[in-house]
DNA sequence: TATATTTACGTAAGTATTTACGTAAATATT
DNA sequence: AATATTTACGTAAATACTTACGTAAATATA
């Protein structure tokens, strides 16, 4: 499965293939919160936890910590507000704003998400410990080698 | 920029950590593609790769390879075919069956898209080069790792 | 050979996003 | 203070897929 076209083209499939792997694990990160009765889907994630740390966030500072759209972000926040995890109140000091927050359910459930969030990081972890080259440096150092000069520079000075 | 909440969860957000940095790339390939007016976007590398590589190949094998649905490859498909680099014919020996293969411009096209993607490589292996973890290889080590035994049922015998 | 199953493809509908555009409030400028 | 600019948000339309479903041809089975 893996020793296809994708594989071949080696670093010139960079993308697609980052991709696929983000596919592996979101696959079964939906299973497991299935799995714990979660009513929650791996893409709310990285959202959820944000709104968890800050008790009211507005749209614009979401999207930009999230590196979405935000247009995006009022989308995922109303199925979050569906499932009945989060609410929002209006700014009291800027009324063009929305604040986020953790709804009474939303605190509620935060402690079992913890414990599915805790595993998951150790997992994670655990894996990555087994690599020579370990997957979230590797990352790291790739963001910062671009934020040293961007790619599309390097492209031109080749 | 990347000191923010999906930086600082680490393993818990390598999702969107690979998605994130999956942007940066192919919206500086992009920009890349435009400049050398080549009318192309990143996303139909691979397909085109592909079919450059096998002269006559279906829907589904096209997807199979890809890590795709049939129903994605055939709307790509579709858009090579309009831009005038592919064609399609009915496989002689299964009526089922579509092949596609280059058209002839695309094949006095492919000489032009290689000089660009040898570049692209070659800047991909030069950056990874700088690296202590290698991207590509930390991929590779962890797609192995997964196949070996899947994320879900490292999961459960945590 | 007749029937059941599988495979290949196409289309329609749903989901997850982005870009584009508009409005209202806040902020900066004159 | 009046005006221009920016910011925050919302919605609509476009894009890139997926899942679901249907049909026809090929293959397996009785």
Chains 1, 2 share one sequence.
Do not use: C
């Not at 990555?128 to 963001?143: G, P, S």
């Amino acid at each position: 499965m893996t020793n296809n076209i994708i594989t071949k083209l080696g670093a010139l499939a960079i993308g697609a293939r980052m991709r696929r792997l983000t596919d592996i694990f979101s696959k079964d990160v939906a299973i497991i919160y299935k799995e714990h009765r979660l009513d929650f889907e791996a893409k709310y994630f990285v959202l959820f936890y944000l709104i968890s740390q800050k008790d009211g966030i507005g749209i614009m500072e979401i999207a930009n910590e999230l590196s979405l759209t935000h247009p995006a972000i009022i989308h995922l926040a109303k199925e979050l507000e569906k499932r009945g995890y989060i609410q929002s109140v209006k700014s009291p000091t800027d009324s063009r704003k929305r604040l986020l927050k953790l709804s009474k359910k939303g605190k509620a459930a935060l402690p079992e998400f913890q414990k599915v969030w805790n595993k998951i990081e150790k997992l994670n972890a655990q894996l990555m410990q087994k690599q020579q080259n370990h997957l979230l440096k590797a990352i790291a150092e790739m963001e910062n080698i671009l934020e040293e000069k961007s790619y599309y520079k390097r492209f031109k000075n080749m």
